[in-house]
């Protein structure tokens, strides 16, 4: 009986052994586990979330690092900025300079009033001031008519506005035209810019009846200063005098106007009378005066032409 009992407790010590040793392996291992394994838990989770935002901006920077590159498709606007700036210089260079360099050298100080030319041919310049009207102009027209003289009529602003269809005439007839202010002014008594608005008011007249204006201006009384000819020059306009004065204004009869015409004649010469005014409002020793000038000029082998057509035999 002994013998079992022994046997019986060397196998339940063994079983005990056996699993307190089981035991504490089993306890060992689960005491590593948990203490490494909150540690590398907490590292796996923190750096979890920052792969994420990072993969994400790196997303986002090739996405913006892709954007710039369409951005440089603004590089086809700067192709344009070279296109404007070749048409840009075009622009510039015809218009102004070359407006402007007529103008800077022009003949501001230099525009002297020309009172005839120096020409070989038997020239003559025939001009009637201070008109149009409807009474001694287009007597005048029938004289020149009659001889088929051509002559050069310097208008006053105003009476061109009253009578445009007596400046129609004038021109239809094959005369020139000229400007002789807006209201008979004496040019030396006003400012420039009075002065420039007499001319330039006239020569919007003329523009608004003939759809053109002139560059022939003669000035009231033959009176021009500095300031005048510099504004004439400014506008383009070149001052006629004359070379002989008929006064016929003053009343002179049509035989001293004959004798004033014969001593002073010679090739270019510019004759001046008028079409409109006079002493006492009367040019009837105008228009016979013409009539004798045509008559005994045209024996003498003169012909009678516009001031253009005398400047352009120059
Ligand atoms: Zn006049």
């Given at each position: ?14 079983i ?5 040793i ?78 402007k ?10 525009a ?57 005439r ?55 200063n ?29 035989d ?15 004759i ?9 409002g ?33």
């Amino acid at each position: 009986m002994k013998k079992r009992k022994v046997f019986r407790l060397r196998y339940v010590l063994m079983i005990a052994l056996g699993l307190f040793i089981a035991y504490n392996v089993s306890h060992a291992l689960l005491t590593k586990e948990t203490a490494t394994g909150p540690s590398s838990g907490e590292t796996a989770v923190t750096p979890s979330p920052s792969p994420v935002p990072t993969a994400n901006e790196p997303e986002k920077k090739p996405e913006k690092s892709a954007r710039p590159d369409p951005t440089p498709t603004p590089d086809p606007t700067r192709k344009p900025d070279p296109t404007p700036d070749p048409t840009a210089t075009p622009d510039p260079t015809p218009t102004p300079q070359t407006t402007k360099a007529p103008q800077g050298g022009g003949t501001a100080n230099t525009a002297s009033p020309i009172y005839s030319i120096s020409t070989k041919n038997k020239l003559v310049a025939l001009t009637f001031d201070d008109g149009p009207d409807l009474h001694w102009t287009p007597q005048v027209l029938e004289v020149l008519s009659k001889y088929n003289a051509k002559a050069t009529f310097f208008l006053v602003g105003r009476q061109v506005d009253k009578y445009p269809d007596m400046v129609k005439r004038i021109v239809d007839e094959g005369h020139a035209v000229g400007n002789h202010t807006w209201s008979h002014a004496q040019l030396p008594k006003l400012t420039p810019e009075q002065a420039r608005e007499q001319m330039t008011s006239t020569d919007e007249a003329l523009k608004k009846v003939l759809g053109k204006g002139t560059y022939l201006f003669r000035a009231p009384y033959g009176a021009v200063n500095d300031n005048v000819k510099a504004v004439a020059a400014q506008q383009g306009q070149l001052i006629i005098g004359w070379s002989i004065d008929t006064k016929d204004w003053a009343g002179s009869t049509p035989d001293q106007i004959m004798n004033n015409v014969k001593q002073h004649i010679h090739p270019g010469s510019i004759i001046l009378q008028h079409s409109f005014g006079g002493k006492g409002g009367d040019l009837s020793n105008t228009v016979e005066a013409t009539r004798r000038i045509c008559e005994y000029l045209q024996a003498q082998g003169y012909q009678f032409v516009t001031v253009p057509e005398l400047l352009a035999a120059k």
